[in-house]
């Protein structure tokens, strides 16, 4: 485990891994946004306030899905340490930033979808980001076979895990995923004649279905007959969004006639 910046090369400040791979993330997914917004001509500049509302809302949220976890209310960190210190959830971010942005846009009165941008933006930034996991967190259970990331004494008491033991590197399995869902994102989904906003929509179903199975060695703590609580959360959503697909593919949303159907800056459709 690499804590800090110069743990992980040997030299260098001693900067927070984790940290460094999440402003890494949003660097670069800056870079993919922009890049997206002038392809598809959404230039308008309130469009950036979209943007601090998604990371507004991901911020407060990926904290408050982990508040009150334990049944015990005395294990759980008032409201105050929990936003300031608690565990992050990325499920719970993706939710917070979905509501960030549908607030930003009530406030400032933007009429277009903006999924078909934050789609491989948040998918570069994840693959990115779970860098900063891979170095610094528990990488999963154990793998029952001689290959998988073997912890020190010291790294194992750090992250609360088994020492010794080779374990599956569940992070590194979630890059793989990222990346190749940023590849197929960027290269074909972006291209094809798809709904306004709907290849988000697409991305996250795909990350749900991914994230239920990877739970199963990620070591995260049972809740519930047999099940994480990410997985308890995603019984719900992947129906939801599954049936969100099912029901656009039925009414035409992946023709060219839906991915031509778009509002205006004035609200109008062309």
């Known amino acids: 485990m690499y804590p800090t910046l110069s743990d992980l090369l040997g030299w260098g400040p001693p ?7 999440v ?10 946004f922009v890049v997206e ?9 309130r ?3 979209l943007v601090l509302g998604a990371l507004l809302g991901a911020a407060v949220l990926s904290r408050l899905g982990t508040w009150a976890q334990h049944l015990d209310p005395s294990q759980n960190l008032d409201l105050a340490g929990q936003l300031l210190r608690g565990n992050a959830s990325v499920l719970s971010a993706l939710v917070g930033a979905w509501l960030g942005v549908h607030i930003a846009k009530r406030v400032v009165r933007y009429p277009l979808r903006t999924g078909d941008l934050f789609a491989p933006a948040v998918a570069l930034a994840m693959a990115i980001g779970r860098f900063g996991c891979l170095f610094t967190e ?5 793998t029952g076979s001689s290959w998988g990331i073997v912890l020190g004494e010291a790294a194992a ?13 569940s992070f590194a399995y979630e890059i793989v995923f990222q990346a190749a869902a940023f590849a197929v994102l960027w290269f074909w989904l972006r291209h094809r004649p798809i709904a306004a906003g709907e290849t988000l929509t697409i991305y996250i179903a795909a990350y749900g279905v991914f994230r239920f199975f ?6 995260n703590e049972v809740a519930w007959m047999g099940l994480t609580r990410p997985q308890l959360f995603l019984l719900v959503t992947i129906p939801l969004l599954l049936g969100r697909i099912a029901w656009k593919a039925s009414h035409g ?7 031509n159907t778009e509002r205006t800056p004035d609200g109008t459709r062309v």
Request: zero cysteines; aromatic letters at 6%.
């Open 253 to 259: 949303g992946f023709t060219e006639r839906a991915a």
């Open 157 to 169: 008491a750090r992250v609360g895990g088994p020492a010794g033991v080779p374990l599956h590197p």
């Open 15 to 21: 900067l927070d891994t984790h940290a460094v791979f």
């Open 37 to 45: 917004s002038r392809r598809r001509g959404q230039t308008d500049s």
């Open 214 to 219: 990877v739970e199963f060695v990620r070591g």
């Open 47 to 49: 469009i950036w306030v």
């Open 23 to 32: 402003a890494l993330a949003l660097i670069v997914a800056a870079g993919v």
């Open 138 to 142: 528990l990488p999963g259970t154990p």
